[in-house]
């Protein structure tokens, strides 16, 4: 029997992703499917206990040891996606690994290296699409700026969006280097609400309604 896919949505700040997620969740259901939400951070952990706090700039960590933070906020989950999936319920996730490289890639100084953010997330669930809305900071802030969280500024955001565009071409395509096989859309969500939920729809129709007979990969499963 086939299992259901692992789809992530990634974005920047003010991408109207959580909106976006929550749209496909309910388009999902109401086509039949059974469908696991899961938000990054999840804040409702003891680790994301931690992570609000510093994310609220209430408390302060050395960005190593938030990173690793993260990073286990995510492994937290693991074995949960990966039950899901098998029992063909859809995950649907807002963030994942991939910002977890890029907030913590683009922030400095001192900076982390690419290489060093990604190594505690090489062997978790690998999605089988990860669309990445992609807006401008000039469009953000049009949307009426960013709020009051640590990351939330325009510069931090540009570097962000930077680190990205690194890894959606190095993921693209699957099988990219590192050894990730997401397939890692790029979607415009400069654009109205509707017409980028359309979008979304088109790219996860096929493997929606086909689900998947190969077991849930690894992501970059070549660097462990
Ligand atoms: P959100 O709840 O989606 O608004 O995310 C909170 C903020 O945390 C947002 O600015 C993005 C950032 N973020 C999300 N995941 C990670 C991660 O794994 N590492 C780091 N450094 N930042 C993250």
Redesign the pocket.
């Known amino acids: 029997m086939p299992r259901a896919p692992f789809i992530v949505i990634e974005g920047l700040?003010r991408s109207g992703?959580?909106t976006q997620t929550s749209l496909l969740r309910s388009r999902l259901e109401q086509s039949g499917h059974h469908v696991a939400l899961l938000?990054?951070?999840d804040?409702t952990t003891p680790i994301g206990t931690l992570?609000d706090s510093y994310?609220r700039s209430q408390s302060d960590l050395d960005d190593h040891a938030?990173?690793l933070l993260?990073?286990a906020?995510?492994w937290e989950l693991a074995s949960r996606i990966e039950s899901n999936l098998k029992s063909n319920t859809i995950v649907l996730c807002?963030?994942y690994?991939f910002?977890?490289?890029?907030?913590?890639a683009a922030?400095g100084p001192p900076p982390l290296g690419y290489e060093w953010c990604r190594a505690p997330d090489v062997g978790l669930p690998c999605p089988d699409v990860t669309l990445f809305l992609d807006i401008t900071p000039e469009k953000a802030r049009e949307r009426g700026g960013y709020g009051e969280?640590?990351?939330?500024k325009e510069e931090m955001q540009r570097r962000v969006r930077e680190v990205f565009r690194r890894l959606g071409e190095e993921t693209g395509g699957g099988g990219g280097s590192g050894g990730t096989t997401t397939r890692w859309e790029v979607i415009d969500a400069g654009r109205d609400q509707e017409t980028v939920s359309m979008e979304i729809w088109r790219r996860v129709e096929n493997l929606v309604a086909n689900g998947l007979e190969e077991d849930v990969d690894r992501l970059w499963k070549d660097r462990s």
């Open positions: 700040d992703k959580t938000k990054f951070p804040r992570i994310l938030i990173h993260f990073s906020n995510r807002d963030r690994a910002s977890g490289i890029a907030f913590s922030k969280e640590r990351y939330e």
